[in-house]
């Protein structure tokens, strides 16, 4: 599992990430830093010679490479958070940290810095960084935690990484639906989840290339009517699909999935909890989704997971809600919120979850 540093210019990132890297023994990747010894020159340079749009195809080149590192603490340049596809590449494998600062400290920061290729113009007033911030808020918010590093020392904030590196991970996978999926995606990466889950069999006459590669999370395709659409979501670059272990053509779309780099999810659905888990078969993974009337429906459904790291545990009805915010901590690979209108019983939405979580200091 990676850390990856994203944040403002002035945050902190590289030195934050240098020492963190070195006292948790992993790898420290700074991706400006990288690009400048890559193409011989500093990144105002290949700003003013090349145009951001070039530098942007470099940087997103080079962040698709780092995420398929283990291992590795990224501090992110400014800008990687603009493009969706770098958030989903680098959450796959990442825990994402936001480092951020008040503005006047900021401003400080960068005054006898080096040079910076967005405030060049601005020459660093204090309204050109306001600005820029606020323009960039919706993006930063797309992480699993935040730190305020504005009246921190070095060594504090340093100190707050290790602490979450040793935390649970916390996937936290928003439910798509109704009949603006669009903003449903805005509000749950605005909202900090780790993922999306398009129900595609939810969502009237799906864009589904759109959604997927408009979503700065990776994503999950669930379809419980139309196999098709599983297949354009793979094709479009899903990293998830969800199949029903009871459709007809799951191992067609399995196969499919396998060839284009997609991971795959069989789900079984019921009403009672199964006395084993389903086997998977040729799938990444298998989840169980099982109503819960009683504490022995709990126990016995957290049960069957076992020690697999491959097993995603939902639960429905009157403890459903439990499980699932206790799901991965007790070894489900992730868990499901609402975005909205809930998909299924026992589901609690985003916010409620956010604040159950931050409120036990795990995100």
Do not use: W
């Not at 990224?74 to 493009?83: M, N, S, W």
């Not at 020459?123 to 323009?135: M, T």
């Amino acid at each position: 599992m990676n850390i990856v540093l994203t944040g403002p210019m002035g945050a902190g990132k590289t030195a934050v990430g240098k020492m963190a890297a070195e006292i948790l023994g992993m790898t420290f990747a700074d991706t400006d830093a990288i690009l400048e010894q890559q193409q011989g020159r500093p990144v105002g340079e290949m700003f003013r010679i090349e145009g951001e749009v070039q530098f942007r195809e470099l940087e997103s080149k080079l962040i698709l490479q780092l995420s398929k590192t283990d291992n590795t603490v990224i501090a992110t340049g400014g800008g990687a958070v603009l493009r969706p596809e770098n958030m989903r590449r680098l959450r796959m494998n990442g825990v994402i940290i936001n480092l951020t600062a008040p503005t006047n400290i900021l401003l400080e920061r960068l005054k006898n810095g080096p040079d910076r290729p967005l405030l060049a113009q601005g020459k660093e007033r204090q309204a050109e960084i306001r600005n820029y911030l606020e323009g960039r808020a919706p993006y930063y918010a797309n992480t699993d935690f935040r730190i305020d590093t504005g009246h921190l020392t070095l060594q504090e904030t340093v100190e707050k990484i290790c602490a979450i590196s040793k935390l649970p991970v916390i996937r936290l996978c928003g439910c798509i639906a109704g009949s603006d999926p669009e903003g449903a995606i805005r509000t749950a990466t605005e909202g900090g989840v780790s993922m999306a889950e398009l129900r595609l069999d939810l969502i009237p006459s799906p864009d589904i290339e759109a959604l997927v590669r408009g979503c700065a999370v990776p994503v999950i395709a669930t379809d419980r009517k139309n196999p098709e659409n599983l297949k354009k979501a793979i094709l479009a670059g899903c990293e998830f699909i969800d199949v029903d272990i009871g459709c007809a053509e799951r191992e067609e779309i399995i196969d499919l999935a396998r060839k284009q780099g997609c991971r795959t999810i069989v789900s079984l659905h019921s009403e009672s909890v199964p006395d084993s888990a389903p086997d998977k078969g040729q799938a990444d993974f298998v989840k169980i989704a099982a109503t819960l009337d009683t504490t022995e429906d709990f126990k016995k459904l957290v049960s069957l997971h076992g020690h697999r790291d491959d097993v995603i545990i939902a639960g429905m009805g009157p403890l459903g809600g439990l499980l699932r915010v206790f799901g991965p901590m007790l070894g489900s690979y992730l868990t499901y919120c609402s975005v909205g209108e809930p998909t299924a019983t026992g589901q609690l939405d985003l916010r409620m979850m956010n604040e159950i979580y931050r409120g036990m200091g795990l995100r």
